[in-house]
T-cell receptor, first 112, second 113 residues
């Protein structure tokens, strides 16, 4: 089954404790993205990757890091999480930036 | 910066009613996608429209792309509780391009039985 998986689905952590949210896709897509979704602000792109070892900033990259060492995986790293990073996070993959986005199920992160 | 404005932001209607959701921009898009997001899940594509004036139907849902490719609408006929969810429009710079999609903030629809 074609899918995007994210882990964990739910995470409660404390300020400053480094965390990683994993994302994996099995559709051989070159393009992958991370979004955060907040009430009243909609979906905002954090980072995207057009291919292995190629990443670029989206609209709200501050406080986040990503890496793309393999085509299928695109982890999101929060080196020192802060409460304003409490949000619902989605990973997505696609054939291109403007193509259909296939979203993962989301990761709800709470930073205390 | 390209922006997509969706209206209304919230909509609560009775089962059987009709409704229209709008997605407007001052920018021209090569394509316009509509997604539906249900609670606890990621958005799922409903349809993509690429030609100005294009109309696509998906059962009781009718999607239209404006002639100038700056706006789109989603019309639902005889809404059902299963239509409840967040509807998102997203503007694209082209199928093969790598320009990221621009998302609207969404219309949250609640259909009451």
């Amino acid at each position: 089954e074609a899918q995007v998986t994210q882990n964990p689905r739910y995470l409660i952590t404390v300020t400053g404790k480094k965390l990683t949210v994993t994302c994996s896709q099995n559709m051989n897509h070159e393009y992958m993205s991370w979004y955060r979704q907040d009430p009243g602000l909609g979906l905002r792109q954090i980072y995207y990757s057009m291919n292995v070892e190629v990443t670029d900033k989206g609209d709200v990259p501050e406080g986040y890091k990503v890496s793309r060492k393999e085509k299928r995986n695109f982890p999101l790293i929060l080196e020192s999480p802060s409460p304003n990073q409490t949000s619902l996070y989605f990973c997505a993959s696609s054939l291109g930036g403007g193509a259909t986005q296939y979203f993962g199920p989301g990761t709800r992160l709470t930073v205390l | 910066t390209q922006l997509l404005e969706q209206s209304p932001q919230f909509l609560s209607i009775q089962e059987g009613e009709n409704l229209t959701v709008y997605c407007n921009s001052s920018s021209v898009f090569s394509s316009l996608q509509w997604y539906r997001q249900e609670p606890g899940e990621g958005p799922v594509l409903l349809v993509t429209v690429v030609t100005g004036g294009e109309v696509k139907k998906l059962k009781r849902l009718t999607f239209q792309f404006g002639d100038a490719r700056k706006d789109s609408s989603l019309h639902i006929t005889a809404a059902q509780p299963g239509d409840t969810g967040l509807y998102l429009c997203a503007g694209g710079g082209g199928y093969s391009g790598n320009t990221p999609l621009v998302f609207g903030k969404g219309t949250r629809l609640s259909v009451i039985a």
